[in-house]
């Protein structure tokens, strides 16, 4: 059964931008990214709100560079018809992942935007394939 939603952005928000002094890591070493995100849904308020964290961190030494938390909250203009026969909101996978998807893509810009004029300055996060990664959903009940 295919459905239609009408969803847009309704509002970003940075949570949480940390970056490590550069005295406490070697500038050569190499970085690698970890992202988890998390759906969180509001049938009251109709929105969908995914919290994305990424984690740079060093790779020999696992030391955390920098981490930033993003709230990324969509609207859903008749998200009524989420709602199956036990009144929970359930999310299609494929808009689950297209609303990850663009929350990463917009978290990652928010990065590159935090980390400009710093020792991160030209560090920008690679490409993922989002369908590849493990979804973490945390749905409401209706009230």
């Known amino acids: 059964m295919s459905i239609q939603l009408t969803y847009g952005i309704k509002n ?20 690698d990214f970890t992202i988890n995100n ?16 990424i984690k740079i961190i060093t ?19 008749n998200m009524e018809i989420l709602i199956d026969e ?4 359930v999310l299609p ?5 297209a609303l990850n998807s663009i929350s990463i893509s917009t978290s990652r ?6 980390n400009k004029g710093t020792y991160l300055d030209n560090v920008i996060m690679p490409l993922i394939d989002t369908s ?3 979804l973490e959903k945390d749905v409401s009940q209706k009230d």
Do not use: H, M, P, W
């Open 86 to 89: 036990s009144n929970e909101i």
């Open 38 to 53: 998390r759906l969180r849904t509001n049938e009251k308020d109709k929105f969908v709100r995914v919290e994305t964290n």
């Open 59 to 77: 790779r020999t030494n696992k030391l955390l560079v920098c981490n930033l938390v993003t709230f990324i909250d969509f609207f859903i203009e």
């Open 109 to 114: 810009g928010i990065l590159f935007s935090y």
């Open 132 to 134: 590849k990664t493990k």
């Open 93 to 97: 996978d494929q808009f689950a992942f």
């Open 12 to 31: 970003i928000i940075v949570d949480e931008y940390k970056l490590t002094s550069f005295s406490t890591f070697e500038q050569d070493d190499e970085l």
